[in-house]
């Protein structure tokens, strides 16, 4: 059974950079057929998909947030990382990483249990 | 906002059927068979009930079902449990360079 983990720092302060990392376990990360997501969700708000990066290290981010956003994959240790400069309040949220293929490219079937990452002095 | 609209909330009775509707665009919901679903209790992650549309994955009840007319998609739960109350959640492929498009989520409250 496929398990993702999330890690990282739960605090972060305003214009600095938050940094995540999702461990995969039960399975491979250099898997082929795989996207491997992070996914967001502010307090009592809905879901916003950050990006996107296959096992070949190509990635896809959401346009409000390219600028900001790195994604990056390390096989080696069967995981994957989020970079998200210049934080904000706004980027208070619930971080998931998640994985999808099995059901199309574009929906996801395993996800993380999620890590609260606040923005705050 | 949103680029997925949902109601904020359905309710029903035990046993009864609940539908909820996910609008969205030709460049999304409308233009691509590629909409799921996905139900989330308080403190825990989304799990996927409908992908394709209307396609539920191995180990969901079959008393979840997804539909498709135009612009809006659509989930339904019928014979209505206790434990269907959640949030759920539509998301969609779209042509936009985004690619990946959620619903604001709907509150399901079982009365």
């Not at chain 1, 214009?15 to 996207?35: M, N």
């Not at chain 1, 790195?70 to 240790?77: A, E, G, I, N, Q």
């Not at chain 2, 691509?32 to 191995?58: C, E, F, T």
């Amino acid at each position: 059974q496929l398990q993702l983990q999330e890690s990282g720092s739960g605090l972060v302060k305003p214009s600095q950079t938050l940094s995540l990392t999702c461990a995969v376990s039960g399975g491979s990360i250099s898997s082929g057929g795989y996207s491997w997501s992070w996914i967001r969700q502010p307090p009592g708000k809905g879901l916003e998909w950050i990006g996107y990066i296959y096992r070949s290290g190509s990635t896809n981010y959401n346009p409000s947030l390219k600028s900001r956003v790195t994604l990056s994959v390390d096989r080696s240790k069967n995981q994957f990382s989020l970079r998200l400069t210049s934080v904000t309040a706004a980027d208070t949220a619930v971080y998931y990483c998640a994985r999808a293929g099995d059901y199309g490219d574009y929906t996801v079937d395993y996800w993380g249990q999620g890590t609260l990452v606040t923005v705050s002095s | 906002q949103s680029a997925l609209t949902q109601p904020a909330s359905v309710s029903g009775s035990p046993g009864q059927s609940i539908t909820i509707s996910c609008t969205g665009t030709s460049s999304d919901v409308g233009g691509y068979n590629y909409v799921s679903w996905y139900q989330q209790h308080p403190g825990k992650a989304p799990k996927l009930m409908i992908y394709d549309v209307s396609n539920r994955p191995s180990g969901v009840s079959n008393r979840f079902s997804g539909s498709k007319s135009g612009n809006t998609a659509s989930l339904t739960i019928s014979g209505l449990q206790a434990e269907d109350e959640a949030d759920y959640y539509c998301s969609s492929y779209t042509s936009s360079s985004t690619l990946v498009v959620f619903g604001g989520g709907t509150k399901v409250t079982v009365l």
